[in-house]
Each structure stands twice: as C-alpha cells, then as structure tokens.
C-alpha cells in the first residue's frame, strides 16, 4: 500500500460523533412531538369559567382527511355529568372557533390514583366513560376512549381532555 492510497481511506472513528449527535438531534424531535397537552389541574373549579380547572385552547387549523391538533379541551370535573361534559365540549368548540366538522376523536378520563375507603380514582374515571357511552350521543360513537390515573388528582376529581379531529 503506497502512502496516497492510504490517505483516501475514510476514518470511521472520527465520523461517529456526528452519527451519536445526529442521533441526538433525532431522538429529541421525536420527543417533542410525542409530548400532548396536559390538564391544567389547580385550586380552581370547573363550574367557574376561566379557572384554574377550566378548559384550555390553542389554535387549529383544519386539513381535509388530517388529524388536527390543538392544545386541546381539558376540564376537571368533581361530579359525573354526561350533560356538563357536552356542554363544556360544544361550548370549547364554539370559544376557539373550532369548525362544526370537527368532532372529538380521542377522551381520556383521568381519576386519582390513590384509594378512599375502597374506591378508587380510577372506579370514578371508569364511570364517567361508562355513563357517556351508555348515553349513546352520535357525536362520540367513533370517539377513542382512554382511563388514566393521576397521583395529582384528590379523590373525587376527574380529568377529561379531549382531542379534536376530522376523519
């Protein structure tokens, strides 16, 4: 081997920090748009609008045939009401200006995840969904349905977030 073949050989070693950074970079956008909204959970209460409980938005924009994504509904509720939650949800859709063509594809009821007597946060967020699919409203019969708990929640309390979409 004369020493001007030896200089074309590519050196392997040294191009690695690139790929372990390249993976870096990948990983964390992979990170970022995995990350959903998360429930605004504080002192305030979901019968008072604009509190620290009360539904929060973003912008949205509609693509035909496109998921849309958006922060996204989110209530804390201290009782079971299927009529509150469609309240609440038409009335997010009509504040954030979300078209009628864009409907709910995605609940999580989130409980709290400790145990008072023997109930359970998760007994609580179960009989939400329950009482909301057992109401049979046509708006939420495609509507994915998730069950959560939370080690935030006091017993009691739900979380229902919401994800709007077109199919």
């Known amino acids: 081997m004369n020493s001007d073949q030896s200089h074309l050989t590519e050196d392997t070693v040294s191009q690695s920090g690139w790929v372990f950074a390249d993976l870096l970079v990948a990983l964390s956008v992979i990170f970022l748009a995995t990350i959903s909204f998360v429930p605004n959970i504080g002192s305030g209460d979901a019968e008072r609008p604009g509190s620290a409980g009360g539904p929060q938005s973003g912008s949205i924009a509609l693509e035909p045939g496109k998921l849309v994504r958006s922060e996204g509904f989110s209530q804390l509720y201290r009782a079971v009401s299927v009529e509150k939650l469609v309240a609440d949800i038409e009335e997010f859709q009509v504040s954030t200006g979300i078209p009628s063509n864009v ?45 959560e708990t939370s080690e935030k929640l006091v017993p009691g309390q739900v979380v229902v977030r919401a994800v709007f979409g077109s199919r």
Request: aromatic residues 6%.
């Open 103 to 147: 409907e709910v594809v995605a609940l999580q009821f989130i409980g709290s995840a400790s145990e008072v007597g023997e109930r359970s946060g998760i007994l609580d967020a179960l009989e939400f969904s329950v009482k909301l699919q057992n109401a049979n409203l046509d708006e939420f019969a495609d509507t994915s349905i998730s069950i």
